[in-house]
């Protein structure tokens, strides 16, 4: 291991209670394992969290949280008590509950040379485990914090949840109100540290039109040859390399049969930027394709006035943009824990929890909860755990710094 570069972290892996969580983390691997796998194993889709919440809540309460509880949003909260005040303001460290997968996918989790294989190991049965295993080892090592800190699985991080578990928590009144800071445990890794939120605006995209019969109608407007000409036109467009930006077009629907003319086709497609003027001009681009495809797809051999198409965009999706300075302090100690456990800290942008703090101005980051990871979002997504207690002591070692100790 490196040497720590801060005196707070210097002086915190002095402490025999900061000695004796880390410990732990090592000596309760096989828990936290176990927790990953049940954790995977139980749906939690897009607004279907409920039963994985259940559980988290459980998983906490055994942790030590006994104020534990699913707030108004479903989000699962719990919290530590403080030696410096209940007043003093809270330090948020969270986890999404929800994965990109429906409700009917197989979940099941298998071994696979050496790796852990299904839907959501990673993404982010791996982060919830991570967050128990925090709350878990501060109460083995008899560590209370000096600030709160509140503990955090929260709905709707992922596709059309659009962040609604972690905006409700910075609502007035609700558990991160006057928050700190934000850590976001999200995936897997124990070097980069998220001090960029990537912007995104998610567009579904509707085209109506007469249909008809594919012989009897021939010429009439085709909803799906519409949109076919928008999707051509949008992936064409040149998008700026720095700052990044891209564009997906991620489902595409519509029709009833082989031979009917449609008279509904659909889209969905997700823009981000790490710039929010690249992302608003790269919308308007978007938006100009489809207007202009619409109507090149109305001007054929039996153009009328009653045979148009009508276009409606509508926004499913929305995350701000924004920055955690690399100077800031919750910056600085992740680095700091990065090193200490023989890393390179690397400073990157991603679209987690922690755009919706960064972009109220609440230092905030996210941070992967070690082992290593592959074919995320895909249903053959795999975990190893190469280096995944270090990547929970990592996350021990940052949030210490931007809490402190108390004195019990």
């Known amino acids: 291991m490196s040497e720590a570069s801060s005196p707070v972290l210097l002086e915190l892996v002095r402490d025999p209670r900061v000695n004796a969580a880390r410990r732990v983390v090592h000596e309760t691997d096989a828990l936290t394992l176990a927790h990953l796998v049940e954790l995977a194993e139980i749906p939690a889709p897009p607004f279907g969290e409920e039963r994985r919440a259940r559980r988290v809540l459980e998983l906490l309460r055994d942790a030590g949280l006994e104020d534990a509880c699913i707030d108004g949003a479903g989000n699962v909260i719990g919290r530590t008590c403080a030696d ?47 967050l128990v295993a925090v709350a878990r080892v501060l109460r083995g090592s008899g560590i209370r914090p000096r600030r709160p800190l509140v503990f955090a699985a929260t709905v709707g991080e992922e596709g059309i949840g659009n962040l609604r578990g972690v905006r409700h928590l910075f609502e007035d009144g609700a558990a991160a109100g006057g928050a700190s800071g934000f850590i976001s445990l999200d995936g897997t890794g124990r070097r980069q540290v998220v001090n960029r939120a990537l912007g995104a605006r998610r567009l579904r995209v509707v085209v109506r039109g007469p249909g008809g019969h594919s012989w009897v109608d021939w010429g009439l407007p085709n909803a799906i040859h519409a949109l076919g000409g928008a999707v051509a036109a949008v992936t064409a467009l040149r998008l700026p390399r720095a700052p990044r930006t891209v564009l997906t077009v991620a489902r595409i629907g519509g029709g009833t049969s082989v031979n009917v003319i449609p008279a509904e086709a659909w889209i969905e497609l997700d823009v981000r930027s790490e710039s929010p003027a690249l992302l608003a001009d790269t919308e308007r681009s978007v938006r100009r394709c489809l207007e202009d495809a619409v109507r090149a797809a109305v001007q054929g051999p039996r153009e009328r006035p009653d045979h148009g198409l009508d276009l409606c965009i509508e926004v499913i999706g929305e995350r701000p943009a924004g920055e955690t ?45 070690g082992g290593s990871s592959g074919n995320t979002h895909t249903p053959s997504v795999w975990y190893t755990n190469d280096g995944g207690p270090e990547g929970i002591e990592r996350v021990l070692l940052t949030v210490l710094q931007a809490v402190g100790l108390g004195d019990s």
């Not at 007043?87 to 989790?109: G, N, Q, Y």
């Open 84 to 130: 410096g005040g209940g007043d003093a303001a809270p330090f948020v460290l969270s986890a999404h509950l929800d994965t990109v997968f429906p409700a009917d996918i197989e979940t099941r989790v298998r071994q696979s040379g050496g790796r852990l294989v299904g839907p959501g190991v990673s993404d982010n049965a791996r982060g919830l485990a991570a």
């Open 325 to 369: 300075a690399p100077t800031q302090s919750l910056v600085r100690a992740a680095q700091d824990a990065t090193r200490l456990l023989g890393e390179t800290p690397e400073l990157v942008s991603s679209s987690t929890d922690a755009n919706v703090p960064m972009a109220l101005g609440i230092p905030a980051i996210a941070l992967g909860a």
